[in-house]
């Protein structure tokens, strides 16, 4: 795996499409690795993190590792008002769009 300092200037370099679909990739290997499901199974975007199984615990192992991979710091309220994979992609994405152009 790629340093942590390489891998968020490659994301910040990319046009907003690009850096949405690397993180949703990133957040989907997140999850699957805590729901213990292999790479080919499907993992809805636009279902509650609860109702996937998940725990807050496991929850915020998610969050702890997304915030050190992507040079972050993401709020607890984010996961509880972001309840789907799908909208926790869309405010990392803006996080990182807002990062870069702040730069």
């Keep these: ?33 805590v729901l213990l499901m292999d790479e080919s199974e499907d993992l809805p975007l636009d279902v509650s993190y609860f109702d996937l199984g998940l725990t807050s615990l496991r929850l915020t192992e998610i ?19 972001e309840p789907t994979i799908l909208h926790l992609v869309d405010h990392l994405t803006q996080a990182i769009t807002d990062q870069s152009q702040n730069a």
């Design 1 to 33: 795996m790629p340093p942590v300092d390489s891998t968020i200037q490659r994301l910040r370099e990319l046009p907003r499409p690009e850096l949405a679909e690397e993180i949703e990739t990133i957040a989907l290997e997140k999850f699957r690795a």
């Design 63 to 81: 969050r702890q590792s997304l915030e050190q991979l992507l040079d972050l710091s993401i709020n607890v309220s984010v996961l509880f008002n």
